[in-house]
């Protein structure tokens, strides 16, 4: 079972993910937060790292004076584990009714609508 992330701890990931040159340095994480406008004191950064680690989130090595950080879980493996977790919690594992929801709520553009559609013909035809 994949925990839940705190939205502190979700930025940070973010981050994480979003660097194509693993593994990632706590001064990376602390540049790109701060490019972000969170700039977070040290220890508060250090302790949701510490955080994401012991959730098993990220590997964390020490490479001389500096720490290394590797994800463990997949961004498209958190957003697919949090998805069935609202749809659980909030319709109860039907999907139908999150989608008649999107649709009838007008929570959905004529493109997204559209590109609904593409996806759900897609999927019938595997």
């Known amino acids: ?3 839940q992330m705190s939205d502190a701890e979700l930025e940070i990931m973010k981050v994480v993910w979003a660097n194509k040159e693993q593994p990632t340095f706590f001064s990376y994480i602390t540049d790109q937060l701060a ?3 969170k700039a977070w004191q040290k220890n508060t950064l250090i302790t949701l790292l510490n955080r994401l680690v012991n959730k098993g989130f990220l590997n964390a ?3 001389g004076r ?3 950080y590797t994800p463990l879980v997949s ?3 958190y957003q697919t584990a949090q ?3 609202f749809l659980d919690k909030i319709y109860e594992g039907n999907v139908n009714g999150l989608v008649s929801n999107l649709i009838s709520g007008d929570l959905l ?3 997204e ?3 609904l559609k593409k996806l759900l013909e897609k999927g019938r035809e595997k």
């Open 1 to 3: 079972m994949i925990h």
């Open 35 to 37: 490019a972000k406008g």
């Open 61 to 63: 090595k020490k490479i």
């Open 66 to 68: 500096r720490n290394e």
């Open 75 to 77: 961004e498209t493996e």
């Open 83 to 85: 998805t069935v977790n």
């Open 109 to 111: 553009s004529d493109n």
């Open 113 to 115: 609508y559209e590109e």
